[in-house]
């Protein structure tokens, strides 16, 4: 099997994911700026994966620092650690929930001697990760009741392992159903234009034996048209507290088209995913990504080079195209603005 991060003593190890389905190559990062890079740069991606490379990151910085430091120059050097992986990307709330937890505990710690801030620090990262793995399997325990036997499931996107610390959000459902021993198939949309489903949902998919069909995003209508889908699940980059969703490119046409056909439409999400201080979705940032990935495919270009291009990464679903929203401590239905609230702490 594979990893998609991991915590070593040499520094922070994590797979390419640009390289997949073809190439299983795995990086050791060293310095924050380089995992910063990588955030960046794609070799990770996936809302709660990138969180905990960025809590990763920050540990790497401050093991870096040196033991005689002062607490003044400490302070200044961990904000401007922070602040790199805060500019890493924009739209996924886990990053920033990941930075404010690391922050949270190193001035919870700061007085303490170097050795013993480093140490904590590290260790929260871990943590974070492993709490991650554990919703993970929780969300995948709660939400499979939603899904039946027999069920034809579509998703869009990566929300598998490889986006999270392990096992996946809305992969991580399916997983559980097929766990429990539903006899359950997937459509991947291939997930234009950066081909998250078709390069690295349908990879997870098959390595994991789950029965995967792939289809390019123009196919989905067909196929709900059809009969031939029984539920759309998906994963989340923000979650507004009236519960409008920021996911991939795509997910609100899938949106609609589910309702349209009367499929139900699931989102699953750990509640670090939830933004408790945006009202709706129209809040969320939405990144603009570089116009090569629409003009080409690898290196082949598919476009003249004189044409307009548009590139936006993600999309807000409106909680009214929601049927459910899977997380760690339950099930969350309309009204969502209620729901989600009792999940404040
Ligand atoms: O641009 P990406 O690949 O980081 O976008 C990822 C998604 O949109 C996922 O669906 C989302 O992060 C949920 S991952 C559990």
Request: aromatic share 8%.
């Amino acid at each position: 099997m594979f990893y998609t991060i991991k915590w070593t003593d040499d520094g922070v190890s994590m797979i390419d994911q640009r390289l997949l389905p073809e190439e299983e190559v795995y990086h050791l990062y060293k310095d924050y700026r380089d995992v910063a890079k990588a955030i960046k740069e794609m070799v990770i991606r996936g809302a709660p994966a990138i969180g905990i490379a960025a809590a990763m990151g920050i540990a790497i910085g401050v093991e870096k620092l040196s033991d005689d430091i002062s607490k003044e120059d400490l302070e200044k050097e961990f904000i401007k650690i922070c602040n790199v992986m805060k500019e890493t990307r924009p739209t996924a709330v886990n990053l920033f929930w990941a930075i404010e937890r690391m922050k949270k505990k190193f001035y919870d710690v700061m007085e303490k001697d170097f050795k013993e801030i480093k140490k904590q620090i590290i260790e929260e990262a871990k943590k974070i990760h492993e709490e991650d793995i554990f919703c993970n399997r929780k969300m995948g325990h709660i939400g499979q009741l939603l899904i039946k036997d027999n069920w034809t499931i579509l998703t869009h996107c990566n929300a598998g392992a490889l986006a999270t610390g392990g096992y996946g959000t809305a992969i991580g459902v399916i997983r559980a159903a097929w766990e429990y021993g539903k006899k359950i198939r997937v459509f991947v949309d291939e997930t234009r234009p950066y081909l998250q489903g078709a390069r690295l949902t349908s990879w997870e998919l098959v390595k994991l034996g789950i029965p995967a069909t792939l289809i390019t995003d123009n196919m989905a209508g067909y196929f709900m048209s059809k009969g031939e889908i029984d539920c759309v699940v998906v994963g989340a980059d923000r979650i507004a507290t009236n519960g409008d969703v920021a996911n991939k490119i795509g997910t609100y046409s899938l949106s609609v088209l589910a309702k349209e056909n009367n499929i139900p439409f699931f989102v699953a999400a750990p509640v670090s995913t939830i933004d408790f201080n945006i009202k709706s979705g129209s809040e969320i940032p939405i990144e603009e990504r570089d116009r090569r990935e629409v003009t080409h495919i690898k290196e082949r270009v598919i476009a003249p080079e004189g044409v307009d291009v548009k590139n936006p990464a993600f999309d807000v679903t409106p909680s009214s195209n929601i049927t459910a929203i899977i997380t760690e401590k339950g099930i969350l239905k309309y009204p969502y603005e209620i729901n989600i609230g009792k999940l404040r702490n």
